[in-house]
Structure formats: C-alpha cells, structure tokens
C-alpha cells in the first residue's frame, strides 16, 4: 500500500503538480507529445504505456497480493536489505527529480516544445548531468524494481532505458538546432548521463 501511494504521490508532485504550475506561472502546456505517429510523439505512447506498467505492477503488488506469483517474481532477490535501498533510491530519486525540475524553472517541458522558445539550463545539477530529470527516472525504477524485484519491473527498467534513451537522442538534435554552438559547447563539457 505504502509503495502505490509512493507512485501516485511521485506522478501527482513531477507530472501534475510540475505541469499546473508551470501553466499557470506561463500560460503553456508544457505535455509537448501529441497523437502523430513521427518518433518523438510514438516515444510519448511509450511513456504512457511504461507509466499505467508501473500503476498495474504496484497496484497488484499493494491490492492483490494473490496476483503478484503471476508477476513473476525473482524470490532471490527478495530480502530487507535491497527493499531498504530500493526505498532510499525512490525517496533520494524524487527529490532530485523535483530539484531539477525547479532548476529548469519555465524551460521544463515533457517532450519536445517546437512553438515556445526556452532558455539553455546549465548551472546546478546540469552542470554535472545534461538529463538530471531522466537520470531520476532511471533511478526510480531500478529503486521500484529492487523494492519488489519480479518480471515486470525488469520491462520496466528495459522499456524505460530504450525510450529514455530515444527521447534523450530526440532532445539532443533538437536543442543542436535551436541552441547552436553553445548547445555543442556545453555538450562538450557536460556528460549525457553523469
């Protein structure tokens, strides 16, 4: 039960809460993907689909406990010792997640914003990562995944690393063209990941 509430808590502070305030303070919806079939908004599918993964998984987990044998879980890796550091990455993940989100301030966007100009951020955490909010992601997974480490949560960091990755690359390009060479400069400086 804990572990939903966590999810729902994470999705409602970096997704809902992030995007209302950023509309409110600008006027723009920063959920960029549409319904298009080009790679950047099929990647949005992909995000959506890894998100209701995630709540179906924990759902399961917290509601359904007879349901979680078909979840298939890997009982070996099932001990206190990686529930507890499963749980530090998930609470270290969410506040680095919002900090980061906070350091981009009005340039934050889920997806790709072709129509509203933003600012280049390259001082605080993305000075030492150019994908810090991704960075968190992957964190949250690997921390789900060793909280209750079983089949799905294995996709999930999978599915999570492939569509991460393909955003990442999308963004890059993107920000190449609108940012030119100081794009390249601090691209040159700043590792994608860490």
Do not use: C
């Not at 990455?89 to 980061?100: A, T």
């Not at 072709?114 to 690997?142: A, D, Q």
């Not at 940012?179 to 990941?193: C, D, S, T």
């Amino acid at each position: 039960m804990l572990l939903f509430a966590y999810l729902i808590l994470y999705f409602l502070l970096v997704f809902v809460l992030r995007s209302v305030l950023l509309w409110k303070k600008t006027g723009i919806n920063p959920f960029t993907f549409e319904k298009t079939d080009n790679a950047h908004d099929y990647n949005g599918k992909v995000f959506t689909f890894i998100t209701v993964l995630e709540l179906i998984v924990v759902g399961i987990y917290a509601f359904k406990e007879e349901w979680y044998e078909y979840l298939l879980p890997f009982w070996y890796l099932e001990n206190q010792t990686l529930q507890k550091i499963g749980w530090v990455l998930l609470l270290v993940s969410l506040i680095f997640v919002w900090f980061s989100q906070s350091q981009m301030a009005n340039s934050w966007r889920i997806g790709i914003d072709e129509n509203n100009k933003t600012k280049l951020v390259t001082k605080g955490v993305f000075s030492i990562s150019r994908n810090p909010i991704f960075l968190g992601i992957m964190i949250t997974n690997i921390g789900l995944s060793l909280v209750i480490p079983n089949a799905f949560t294995l996709l999930i960091i999978s599915l999570s690393t492939l569509s991460v990755n393909t955003q990442i690359r999308l963004e890059e390009e993107f920000l190449k063209l609108e940012f030119g060479n100081e794009y390249k400069e601090y691209a040159k400086k700043v590792r994608r990941w860490i």
